[in-house]
């Protein structure tokens, strides 16, 4: 049973502490700025990106302490139906949450912690900081879809 593939075999709430965090592939996409459609409930992700999130490793540079940092970061751990609906369509935790498999690229599939990176998935060098973000960029420049 060596290669039992705990991400297709458990469901959420019965993972462990690390196999819940090794189901993150890294891509970012969940510390963008997000939209949401009054009329249709669509969610539109923004280019403009936590100012936790360190836009280069796709990390968060607090994450032990994020929702001191930033309240209103989602805790996908104890995450509610509405809450996995709106993360983005490859989120190895929506996946699992609509029980659909992982794709290859993520790292637990492909056993390299950088192929969601090589895959195009991730926005790596693509999104900027709140941090950095000048208001006088033009708000209605393309969102990453």
């Known amino acids: ?41 669509d969610i539109v992700y923004t280019a403009i990106a936590c100012r936790l999130l360190d836009t280069t490793s796709c990390r968060c540079q607090r994450y032990a302490e994020r929702r001191r940092a930033v309240p209103h970061c989602i805790e996908i751990r104890t995450a509610t139906d509405r809450d996995y609906a709106t993360l983005p369509p490859t989120c190895a935790y929506r996946l699992r949450w609509l029980n659909q498999p992982l794709p290859p690229w993520h790292p637990l599939v492909s056993g390299d912690a950088t192929s969601v990176h090589g895959a195009g998935i991730s926005v790596r060098d693509r999104v900027v900081s709140e941090r950095d973000y000048d208001r006088e960029i033009d708000v209605d420049a393309p969102l990453l879809s």
């Open 1 to 41: 049973m060596a290669d039992t593939k705990f991400w297709e075999t458990k469901p959420l709430d019965a993972l462990s502490d690390d196999e819940w965090e090794s189901l993150c592939d890294g891509c970012g996409l969940c510390c963008l700025h997000k939209l949401e459609d009054a009329d249709s409930g």
